[in-house]
């Protein structure tokens, strides 16, 4: 059975607004967010994955929620789907990332949204992409009431 796959969808708040950090997905055809597997050895929680994937792929961390707030579909070049599991991560620091062909940058919800559309990516993982957007808004909204 395949390691689970998760991703830190990354946050800040910049000037009473939010933003999201994006990565270019291995290949650079499209943007998405820090992901990965959870490796096995040493065994690792899937929302400490998330969390190293962040650290790896964005140069960033931050608190990081130990549940899942959903999850969605990303589809591989293989034809094959991953069911990811998101995390929200408040960033808190950055540094250069490991991979920095990743080319981690910060976009509006709307911005992101457009990132989304560029690239390759097909209709259904575009419409996941943005309902992780809508979704991480208003649970931040719901946490800011």
Same mark, same amino acid.
């Given at each position: 059975?395949?390691?689970? *796959?998760?991703? !830190? $969808?990354?946050?800040?708040?910049?000037?009473?607004? $939010?933003?999201?950090?994006?990565?270019? @997905?291995?290949?650079?055809? =499209?943007?998405?967010?820090?992901?990965? %597997?959870?490796?096995?050895?040493?065994?690792?929680?899937?929302? +400490? &994955? @998330?969390?190293?994937? @962040?650290g790896e792929e964005a140069g960033v961390s931050g608190a990081i929620e130990t549940e899942?707030?959903? #999850? =969605?579909?990303?589809?591989?070049?293989?034809?094959?789907?991953?069911?990811?599991?998101?995390?929200?991560? #408040?960033?808190? #620091?950055?540094?250069?990332?490991?991979?920095?062909?990743?080319?981690?940058?910060?976009?509006?919800?709307? #911005? @992101? $949204?457009?990132?989304? /559309?560029?690239?390759?990516?097909?209709?259904? =993982?575009?419409?996941? %992409?943005?309902? *992780? $957007?809508?979704? !991480?808004?208003?649970?931040?909204?719901? +946490? /800011? &009431?």
């Amino acid at each position: 059975m395949p390691a689970p *796959v998760v991703a !830190a $969808i990354c946050y800040r708040r910049r000037n009473g607004k $939010i933003e999201f950090l994006l990565v270019r @997905a291995k290949g650079g055809d =499209y943007w998405t967010f820090p992901k990965g %597997h959870v490796e096995k050895e040493p065994s690792e929680l899937p929302w +400490q &994955a @998330a969390q190293r994937e @962040a650290g790896e792929e964005a140069g960033v961390s931050g608190a990081i929620e130990t549940e899942p707030f959903t #999850s =969605y579909a990303y589809g591989k070049n293989n034809g094959r789907e991953d069911d990811v599991a998101a995390y929200l991560m #408040s960033v808190e #620091s950055e540094r250069k990332p490991d991979e920095p062909e990743r080319e981690p940058q910060w976009f509006s919800p709307e #911005s @992101a $949204i457009e990132k989304f /559309a560029e690239g390759r990516r097909e209709e259904k =993982y575009l419409r996941e %992409h943005e309902r *992780v $957007i809508r979704e !991480a808004l208003a649970r931040l909204g719901r +946490q /800011a &009431a």
